[in-house]
């Protein structure tokens, strides 16, 4: 079946770099494309940037250029990455599939990430 | 960017209730608009796509309408499984952004 779960750390400080990993299973990164989103205690989602299925990203320019989205599709894996933390980065950050004529139609549970100064 | 305003806030509903969420877009989307449902342990999924499509596996109780600008989200009748947040979300420009939400609530 398909899944996505996200791996990262529960606490980062203040200018520093996030890494978050999705791991995938139940389908191919070759096939379907995978979206970061991320939602702030209490408030709604922000759609971060896209890994597509032929290897290219697309990025929400509200990050600049703070944020990469890479992939090892040997290991099923996509990758974000954030430089520059700040306090408000602070939120739950999801992983989502998405194929090209269809909503985001599995999402991860989220990792909850906290910037701490 | 365009941005997705949603209405009501906070909505509360009785069981078996019919009820109507609406998002309106800053410019037109084509169609390009979706619904998602979040549950209180934070799991999302998908309800409707393209406007009116329903998400397989999604109860018929939901449907979607609209074009343009306006589009909107119907319940028709309320079940205890259906109290929880709703987010439309406009995939026809980048960045794809999603409106602030919808807090269905039992009245």
């Known amino acids: 079946q398909v899944q996505l779960k996200e791996t990262g750390p529960d606490l980062v400080q203040l200018t520093q770099t996030l890494s978050i990993t999705c791991t995938v299973s139940g389908f191919s990164l070759t096939t379907y494309n995978v979206h970061w989103v991320r939602q702030p205690p209490g408030k709604g989602l922000e759609w971060m940037g896209a890994?597509?299925?032929?290897?290219?990203?697309d990025y929400n320019s509200a990050f600049k250029s703070r944020l990469s989205i890479s992939r090892d599709t040997s290991k099923s894996q996509v990758f974000l990455k954030m430089n520059s933390l700040q306090t408000d980065d602070t939120a739950k950050y999801f992983c989502?599939?998405?194929?090209?004529?269809?909503?985001?139609?599995?999402w991860g549970q989220g990792v909850m990430v906290t910037v701490s100064s | 960017d365009i941005q997705m305003t949603q209405s009501p806030s906070s909505l509360p509903a009785s069981l078996g209730e019919r009820v109507t969420i609406s998002c309106r877009a800053s410019q037109g989307i084509s169609n390009n608009l979706n619904w998602y449902q979040q549950k209180p342990d934070g799991t999302i999924k998908p309800l409707i796509y393209y406007t009116s499509n329903l998400q397989s596996g999604v109860p018929s109780r939901f449907s979607g309408s609209g074009s343009g600008t306006d589009y909107s989200l119907t319940i028709s009748s309320l079940e205890p499984e259906d109290f929880a947040m709703y987010y439309c979300?406009?995939?026809?420009?980048?960045?794809?952004?999603f409106g602030a939400g919808t807090k269905l609530e039992l009245k």
């Open positions: 989502a599939r998405h194929d090209a004529y269809g909503p985001f139609d599995y």
């Open positions: 979300q406009q995939d026809a420009s980048f960045p794809y952004t």
């Open positions: 890994m597509w299925n032929g290897g290219g990203t």
